[in-house]
Each structure stands twice: as C-alpha cells, then as structure tokens.
C-alpha cells in the first residue's frame, strides 16, 4: 500500500472493498468470455473476435493503493481569461477542475459533495469502470441532490488522459465551468521532458462580459449548439507556454466546449499524435486533419529543436474559416537534451476488418431532429429523444453481448455536427460513408459529419446501461441520447 498525494489531498490507503467487487466482476466477465467462446462455436462468431483477445492495450486491475480526493461542487469566483475576476460553478472553486492524476491500477475515492442549487453527478469520460460508477442520473444512480454527498470508486482500467463532467443538465452545468481532467499514468510513463494539460474551450460573453445565461436556445440547438466568442486553454486566452530549446513534450488537449470542435494546427512543430481518446496509437500519426470534436482528446509528442531558440510557435485551431490562435509556444533559455525513447505509439491496435464480406450490423442510429419538446426542437435517435426529467429509459434500447465484436452504424440524416459519445467502451472507425477506413487507434467519441454515416467497431467488456449520445451537450440535452445494454 503505498501514499501518494493528489492535487494536495493526502492520500489514505484503506482496504477497497468496492475494487475487490470489480476485480471478482472482472474476472467473471473474462470467464464468461471464454466460456462464450465455447458455446457459441465458431461458427457463429467473425474471424475478428479472434483477434479481440488483449485487444484494448492495457487491462489494470486494483494494485491496492486509494487515492483519496475531495470534490465539491459550488458557485465560485475565479480568476479567468485574463485575469479578470467571474462568475462561475466550479470543482474545487477552479476552473478549469483539480486534475486527478493517479497510477495505472490505482484506485480512486472521490467523495463529492453538490453545493450547486441542482442536482448533478460526475460522469468519467472515457473511463472503462463499474456501471454504477458511471455517473448517469436516473440509470446507473439518483442524481446528487443540493447539499448531498456521493462517493465515486474506481480503479480505471486504462492508462491516458481523461475527464470528469456532469450528467446532469449537461448543456448549463458544463458551460458554466464544471470540468476536470483525470490523468492516468502507466507503471513506467514515457520520460517527456514535460507533460502538459491543454483545456480547450469556448465560453459565450455578453457585451458587459458576463456569462450568458439563456442555454439551450432555439438558436443553439438548431445548429451545432453553444459556440462562444471567446475560445480560452486552460481558462486563459492564447497562454505562452515557456519551454527550453530541446525539451520533448507531452502536450494532452482535451476539448471540453459545449458545441465547438477544434482543428488544432501544429505544423510549424515536430509533432505527432500519440494517443486519442486516451489510448495509444498504434504508430505516430501526423496531427493534420485530426478533429477535436467536444470530449475527444489528442495527445500530442512535441520535439521542439535545439536551433529553436528565441522562437515562438502558435498553435492555431483551424476548423472554421477563421484561424484561432489556441496557445503559443516560446521558445528560451538554456537548451537541454532532448530525451531520446521510442514513441509510446505502438499499442495493439486490432484492424477488424474482414477481407470480403463485412461483419452484419448489429445496430443503426438514425441522428435527426424534429419540433416538439420542452425546447421547441428535439434531437432524436432513431426517432426517439431521451426525456430527461423522467429519466425514462428508451423503450428499444440496443443490447449488445459481451465479449462480442459489434457493428454499428451512425446514419447522420441532418445537416449539423454530431460527436457520437459511447460510455464504458472503446470503438474503431471501420467506414465512412461506405468506404472502408481502417483508424490505427481507438475511441470513445466520433464526429459524424452533415449527412455522413459512419461505422465502428467495438467489442463490450464491461455489463451494464451505457449511454450513447451526442457529445453537442444542447443536442444531448433535448433528446439525443440512447442507453445500450452490454451483458
Ligand atoms: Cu462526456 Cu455522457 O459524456
Ligand atoms: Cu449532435
């Protein structure tokens, strides 16, 4: 058992009963896969289930330390953009939140407390963990109401970058700065010579400055919801990042804006893409033409050049016509020897893909909208919108097996953007538009674009109620929003 510190809560070992309970369930879930395997014969499974075995790279299981962490979610006043003082719900009174950053197989206890006037939850994106601790108000448990507490247990199965966020009334809650990161590093991390944490965002300003208050407007959930006017990394407006000639960073974005998707332009560096979503590429891949819809994430090896001193390198978004400069990079001081390892891009990444015939569907999504709900337009999945207030759940909800490769398909009929998130699992990209595509990495969130349909592939490890939804959290917030059952 081992203390260590974070964000400044002292960490307290104790035994882990709930991990223990995950680590049984985990076990069970790894039998019943092979005891699948068997009766189902081989005949009735594809040829790509063969090649699931291991096939998300890392599969931690409890190592007996706790992490123990407070959060607290209240109206705050922090010191934003550029320094000026405003108004915002925050964890911790930061925004962005505290990062958790822990060790793979770490388990982590977080005891949070709702100091807001609404129910919420935390809901950890793109973290593989018990159903119940997955933060989803009304399926995996009651939302926190004002002056509760809830205490969050898990132990995440992968290593990488991820975030914590509400589920409830998602669209506000998000947008007024509840968001933090949680870092998860393998037993032996890479040795950058620094790792970095870019919070991308937007934020919508009225003229005095302020916050706008009116969410999920007819304007907004017409068109690909709340854009700001104001796009900030890690809470500030274009930050200088000082760093020494030589040095080989870790830069990890993460896009946590309401609606906006980023095409963060490194060019003018040495770059590579290392991770998305939080699980390792299978090889370097050149940033160009990478997406940062809201929720994904890009991890991002920097060498920066001995010869570069005295320069600086901005970081443009180029996903509207009109380039926005995200951060700048400055390069100064003494140089220093670049740390020389292989790139950390070589996981496992399985092709699925057959030669010949393709694996049936198992599901569609038709994405699409229509007027009616409390908002006056509705975004629906197969022509069905999640009530939020009742938290009913949808009558004809997916079942997926587990252990089982699935197909889906994401059949976008609208002319808007949507980032498909699914909970509790990693998917691939198989087509676009009917055009094989093989992506050398995993995800948790897809961008489909206007009237694009688009297959993934997935292989469900974990049983439970998960989400599938859009990730444009007005276009979540009225209706659209589905539950697959996994088991
Ligand atoms: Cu970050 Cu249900 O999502
Ligand atoms: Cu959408």
Known sequence: MNERPVNGHRCR??????????????RLAALMLVFGAFALGAGRRSPEVSEFAGSYPQHASPNGTVHQVTLLAAPSRVSLFDGRSF????????????????RLGDTVRVSFTNNLPQPTTIHWHGVRLPNAMDGVPGVTQP??????????????????????????????????????????????????????????DDWL???????????????DLAHDGRWGNLVTVNGRRTPRLSVRPGERLRL??????????????????DANVIAVDGLYTARPLTPTGFELAPGNRLDIDVIIPASAVGQTFTIFDRFTRQAIPLAEIVVEGEPVATPQFDSPARAHVPAWQRPGAETPLRAEFRLNARSGGPFGIQWTINDAAMDHATHALPEHRQHLPIGEFSR?????????????????LFFKVLARNGN???????????????????????????????????HILEHAESGMMTIIEVH
């Open 252 to 269: 990890r974005l993460l896009n946590v804006a309401n609606g906006r998707v980023f095409a963060p332009d490194f060019s003018a560096l």
């Open 143 to 200: 939302p926190v109401s004002p002056g509760a507490t809830f205490i969050y247990e898990f132990t995440p199965k992968d290593a990488g970058t991820f975030w914590f966020h509400p589920h409830v009334r998602s669209s506000e809650q998000v947008e007024r700065g509840l968001f933090g990161a949680l870092i998860v590093d393998e037993a032996k991390p890479p040795p950058f010579s620094r790792d970095e944490l870019w919070v991308v």
């Open 87 to 102: 108004a915002v719900w925050a964890y911790n009174g930061q925004v962005p939140g505290p990062t958790l950053r822990i």
């Open 408 to 424: 889906l398909r994401f059949v976008n009929d609208s002319y808007r953007l949507h980032p498909m998130h699914i909970h509790g």
């Open 13 to 26: 070992a104790h035994a882990a009963t709930f991990s223990m309970q995950a680590n049984r369930r985990m």
């Open 205 to 219: 300003l009225n003229r005095e400055g302020t916050l706008n208050e009116q969410f999920n407007t007819r304007h």
């Open 436 to 470: 094989r595509v093989d992506e050398p990495h995993f995800r948790d969130t897809v961008l489909v674009h206007p009237k694009e349909t688009v297959d993934v592939g997935t292989v469900p490890e974990d049983p439970g109620r998960w989400m599938l939804h859009c």
